[in-house]
């Protein structure tokens, strides 16, 4: 499938430079610009072609919200996901009505975030690989969105066979509190990999994380499974 460009507008370059990151990880997805204001981003409306948003509302020179009223009326044909640490209902309710398709609350997840562009992706598939769809494709399309299957892809380098092997090392591990180390002389996995895995399944929620200091002082690195990590494994195995 074609590449989807995508313009970040978010006035702070160190968030701005997280979510080019964050876009970087998920397959089919391409940071083509960035700007800081609402009329930066109408500039590079007016000179490019983009296919989605990622929009900020909160900016010190302009209102997301504004400028995702601009486009709608201006009749650009370019999609929008609003990422704003802006939760009050009206902010939510306009971003909405005015055809965001998605809506991200500051701070989020990063599998929060891969949900939502996989989401627009499959929605993208079915629109370029379409002129017509039928009930049953429309159906699977509303589910994808609603459900946030985010078990549909993992991140690049990771598959599901072997997370499955790590979390039933994980479950048989007789120890409250394990180390990279433990998983993998119980799974046979190397202990790099195994690392990788646990990193992941910890920002996923699955895991928590502490630090363990030896006789020697060198903290080590211990995970436990978190409270609710067994309800959100199943998500992804």
Known sequence: MTMIKVLIVEDDPMVSEMNKFY???VEGFRAEGWASSADEALNLLAKNVYDLILLDIYMKESNGL????????????????VISAASDKESIQESLQNGAVDYLIKPFEF???RAALNGYKEQIRLFRSRNQLNQSELDKLSRFKH???VSQELPKGF???TLQ???R??????????????ISVLSGISRVSVGKYLVELMELGVLEMDRVYGSVGRPVQKY????NGRSLITQYI
Request: hydrophobic fraction near 40%.
């Open 66 to 81: 504004e400028l995702l009223s601009e486009i709608r009326q201006s009749g650009l044909r370019v999609d929008v996901i």
């Open 147 to 149: 459900e946030r299957k």
């Open 169 to 182: 090392a994980v479950e048989s591990c007789a120890c409250e509190l394990f180390s990279a180390e433990d």
């Open 165 to 167: 092997n790590v979390w």
């Open 224 to 227: 436990r499974i978190a409270p």
């Open 159 to 161: 598959t599901r066979q």
């Open 111 to 113: 599998s929060r975030f």
């Open 23 to 25: 876009l970087q990880q």
